[in-house]
C-alpha cells in the first residue's frame, strides 16, 4: 500500500538558510537560477516543482545560464542520445564555472537513479556540486543547504522506501498562465523490455482524487485553459489507493468542475484503455478529443518481445471503438523503430497500421539500448543504417497521412486556444482540441482565450484561418 506525507514543504528553517546564503553569494542584488528539464512533461512538472522551492528560498529566474548563480539540469535517460545531449551540455558548464567559480552547477531528474551516470558525473565531471534522483526532490531545499555549508559534493538518490511515498503540499512555480500540468500518478510498474522508466522513477503510485481536484480546481480559478494530467500510464490511475478510484472516473469529476477549459492527459497504455474511458471522453464537456494512444509496435511477435500486454488486433479494436464514438477524435503515438531482432518484414506491419489508424501525429523512435533493461540483452544484428532507412519509410508514410488530415481540416471551423506567444506581428498561433497548430491573423489580447477559426489552409502540418468569433 502506498504513503502520502502530507508534511513536506522543505522545513521553513532550511529555507531560510539557503536564503540567506545565497544572498550574500549572489552577484546581483538577488540570487538567480537556470533551470532546464529535458525529457517528458513529467520532468516538466518535477522542474516547475523544484523552481517552486527555489522562488520560496528567495532566486529569481533567468535565461541565460551565465548570468545565474544556481544552474540546474533536470535529466532525461530515455534515449541515448537524450543522454548524450546531457552530457554534452554539462561538459560545456566547465568554462561557465571557470568564468564564475561561485556558481553552483547541480544535476537531477532520471539519469541521475542510474547509479553509473552517478559515478560519471563524480569522475570526470568535478565542479558539478549537487546530484540528485527523481525519488528526492521534497528534499532539495536540504540538500542545497547541504551542498553550500558542507564544503562537499552532495549525492543522493532516495531509497527503496521512496517507491511508495507520496510527497503532497510541494510548491510548484508555473513557467505559463494558459497551460498547465496536473501529476496525477508517479512510477511505472510494466517494464516494457526497451524501458528505463521503471528503473528510473519507481513503482507506481496515485495521488488521492481529492489532491488532483483541489489542484485542478485552484488552476481553473487561476485562468488555466488547457490542463493535462499527467502520468507514465495513466489508465492504472487509482489502483493503489485505499480507495481505488478508475482514471475514466477521476476525468468525469474534474469534467463537473464549472468553468471554461480543456482536459488532456498521457500517457495511455492500450492494455489498460478501457471502453469506459472512450465513454467518457465522448460525453465529457471539457474533455478534449485527443487521445495519445502509443502502440510501438504494429506486429504481434515485437509486442510480446516488448512486453507490452495486448496485440494488434486488441489495439485496432480500441481505435475503432474509440472512432466509432467519438467521430473528430484526434490520435497520437510513439512508436519504436528497430527493436532488437526486429525484420523488416516485422517492421512494415508497423506501416501497415500508422496507415489504417491515420494518425494526426507521430513520435517515432528509433530503438536505444539502455543499461538494466531486458531488451539490452537481446541480440541486434540489424545494423543502424538499415534502421535509420525503416525510420525515413514509415516517416515518410505519417507525413502523406498528416498532410492528407490536415487537407481534411480545411473549410471547417475549430475551437482554437490562442498562445500566449505569437510568432509575427499581427499574427496569432493556437491550437485545435485535437492539439494541432493553427496560424491565423487577430489582435494579441485574444491570447490565453478560446476562439472559432474557419481553416483556410494547410502546409507542413500547420493549419492556417482566419478569426470567425472570439469567446470569453
Ligand atoms: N509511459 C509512456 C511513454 C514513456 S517514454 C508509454 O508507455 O507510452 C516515451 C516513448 O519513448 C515511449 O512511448 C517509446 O516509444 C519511447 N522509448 C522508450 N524507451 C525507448 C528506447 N529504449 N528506445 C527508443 N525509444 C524508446
Ligand atoms: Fe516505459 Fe512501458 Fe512504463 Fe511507458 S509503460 S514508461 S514505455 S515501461
Ligand atoms: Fe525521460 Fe524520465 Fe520522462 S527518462 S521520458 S524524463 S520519465
Known amino acids: 500500500m502506498q504513503e502520502i506525507n502530507h508534511s513536506v514543504r522543505g522545513s521553513e528553517a532550511v529555507m531560510d538558510d539557503v536564503a540567506q546564503i545565497m544572498k550574500i553569494r549572489a552577484r546581483g542584488e538577488r540570487p538567480m537560477a537556470y533551470v532546464h528539464s529535458y525529457g517528458c512533461q513529467q520532468n516538466v512538472a518535477d522542474g516547475e516543482k523544484i523552481k517552486g522551492f527555489l522562488e520560496e528560498m528567495g532566486f529569481g529566474f533567468t535565461e541565460d545560464p551565465e548570468e ?84 562537499k559534493r552532495v549525492f543522493s538518490r532516495g531509497d527503496e522506501s521512496e517507491d511508495r511515498v507520496i510527497h503532497e503540499g510541494l510548491p510548484i512555480h508555473r513557467d505559463g498562465s494558459v497551460k498547465a500540468w496536473v501529476t496525477v500518478m508517479y512510477g511505472c ?30 488552476l481553473v480559478r487561476a485562468g488555466y485553459k488547457d490542463i493535462t494530467l499527467l502520468g507514465q500510464n495513466v489508465n492504472s490511475y487509482g489502483k493503489t489507493l485505499e480507495h481505488p478510484v478508475s482514471f475514466a472516473e477521476l476525468l468525469r469529476r474534474l469534467d ?89 518484414e516485422e517492421f512494415l506491419d508497423t506501416v501497415s497500421l500508422v496507415r489504417e489508424v491515420e494518425f494526426t501525429s507521430l513520435f517515432t523512435f528509433i530503438y536505444s539500448p539502455r543499461r538494466g533493461t531486458r531488451a539490452a540483452e537481446m541480440d541486434d544484428p540489424v545494423p543502424a543504417q538499415e534502421k535509420s532507412r525503416w525510420f525515413q519509410e514509415l516517416c515518410a508514410a505519417q507525413e502523406e497521412i498528416a498532410a492528407k488530415r490536415c487537407q481534411a481540416a480545411v473549410g471547417t471551423v475549430q475551437r482554437v486556444l490562442v498562445e500566449e506567444e505569437g510568432k509575427q506581428e499581427g499574427m496569432l498561433s493556437g491550437r485545435t482540441d485535437g492539439n494541432v497548430v493553427v496560424d491565423f491573423p487577430g489582435p494579441r489580447e485574444l491570447a490565453g482565450s478560446f476562439a472559432d477559426v474557419k481553416i483556410t489552409a494547410a502546409r507542413n502540418w500547420i493549419l492556417t484561418g482566419e478569426l470567425v468569433s472570439r469567446q470569453q
Open 256 to 344: 463537473r468542475i464549472p468553468g471554461d477549459y480543456r482536459i488532456r492527459f498521457m500517457t495511455s497504455h492500450p492494455k489498460d484503455a478501457t471502453h469506459e474511458l472512450i465513454d467518457t471522453i465522448a460525453q465529457g464537456t471539457h474533455i478534449s478529443h485527443h487521445l495519445h494512444l502509443p502502440f510501438q509496435s504494429g506486429n504481434d511477435r515485437i509486442l510480446r518481445e516488448m512486453n507490452r500486454h495486448y496485440d494488434r488486433a486488441k489495439y485496432l479494436d480500441l481505435i475503432r471503438y474509440a472512432k466509432e464514438k467519438i467521430p473528430d477524435l484526434s490520435l497520437t503515438s510513439d512508436v519504436i523503430v528497430g527493436f532488437p531482432g526486429e525484420t523488416y
Open 68 to 151: 545565474a548563480d544556481f544552474i540546474l539540469f533536470n535529466t532525461c535517460a530515455v534515449r541515448e542520445h537524450a543522454e548524450d545531449r546531457v552530457f554534452g551540455n554539462v561538459g560545456a558548464l566547465k568554462n561557465t564555472k571557470r568564468r564564475h567559480p561561485s556558481v553552483i552547477i547541480a544535476l537531477c531528474g532520471c539519469m541521475m537513479e542510474q547509479e553509473h551516470v552517478a559515478e560519471r558525473i563524480r569522475r570526470s565531471y568535478p565542479y558539478v556540486s549537487l546530484v540528485f534522483g527523481t525519488h528526492v526532490i521534497h528534499r532539495f531545499p536540504e540538500l542545497l543547504l547541504e551542498t553550500l555549508t558542507s564544503g
Open 189 to 218: 510498474n510494466n517494464f516494457c523490455s526497451y524501458c528505463i522508466v521503471p528503473y528510473v522513477r519507481g513503482r507506481e503510485r496515485s495521488r488521492t482524487p481529492e489532491a488532483v481536484e483541489e489542484e485542478f480546481a485552484a
